[in-house]
């Protein structure tokens, strides 16, 4: 069989480099999600720990359109929900949610939450996602459904609920609320993010005109495992990075 090198994530040897590095992918996350049409006020926010002060996350400023966010915008927030880094406020649902989501998941770099069109009708059927194509099937037992919609996330309480059913999956639709998801990169994050949003479109689209044949579990399991897997969500998140890194460079400021 023909061997196929592909690309790996790169590898730092220093703190400062992989910040960067995880700065410049989630500023270039945002203006991919504005690309989307992911927006909504001042709704939705994407996160990536600190590589050095773990303990630490970066994320957008509170009010800032996706689409303006550069890396020199980005700001540092601590589990207290203080801003370390930066000149601007953070969004409190953001920190609510990101903190208790960081906190409860170690091995996640990033996570991504935003109340995108689809998946925001999607989330007021209290249904998950079914193996109807093969890129639905990337989500085949891999994401969780947190039954418990209360209003704006402003308590802490409700962050460790939402990062419960979260578990150890890749995303969770949040009741009446909306998508999030999360990788060991930015880049996978983001991906599973735009994903699942096109999955719950799709789904819309096929049982608006009839019900849809489900893949056989056992091969959806098996697309899992070839499609579904963090590197399989880094691999597809480079050619809209370097869309965007092209055509929007000034993200990169």
């Known amino acids: 069989m023909l061997e196929i090198v592909r690309p790996e994530p790169p590898v730092f040897q220093t703190f400062d480099e992989e910040r960067l590095h995880r700065k410049q992918r989630l500023a270039a996350a945002f203006r991919l999600f504005s690309r989307f049409g992911f927006n ?11 590589p050095e002060r773990t303990d630490c996350f970066w994320v957008n400023p509170y009010g800032m ?4 966010v550069r890396v020199s915008d980005l700001i ?37 939450h935003a109340h995108s069109l689809h998946g925001k009708a999607w989330s007021s059927l209290g249904r998950l996602l ?35 059913a979260l578990g150890g999956q890749k995303a969770v639709i949040l009741k009446n609320h909306g998508l ?9 994050a983001a991906w599973w993010f735009i994903a699942m949003e096109r999955n719950c479109q799709a789904q819309f689209l096929a049982e608006s005109v009839g019900k849809p044949f489900l893949i056989d579990p ?14 399989a969500g880094w691999h ?8 965007i890194a092209r055509e929007e460079p000034d993200l990169f400021e």
Do not use: W
């Open 218 to 231: 056992d091969v959806a399991k098996m697309t899992e495992s070839q499609i579904g897997t963090p590197i």
């Open 130 to 164: 079914d193996p109807i194509t093969q890129d639905a099937c990337a989500f085949y037992n891999d994401h969780g459904f947190f039954d418990d919609y209360t209003g704006v996330v402003l308590d802490l309480d409700d962050g460790r609920r939402l990062a419960q």
């Open 40 to 50: 909504e006020g001042i709704a939705g926010h994407i996160t990536a720990r600190d």
């Open 236 to 243: 597809s998140f480079q050619p809209l990075f370097e869309r």
């Open 65 to 68: 359109h996706f689409s303006h």
């Open 180 to 188: 999030l998801t999360v990788g060991h990169t930015v880049d996978e």
């Open 76 to 112: 540092l927030v601590n589990h207290e929900g203080e801003v370390v880094e930066g000149t601007r406020p953070v969004n409190t649902a953001a920190f609510v949610i990101h903190s208790q989501v960081h906190g409860a998941r170690p091995d996640v770099v990033a996570a991504a």
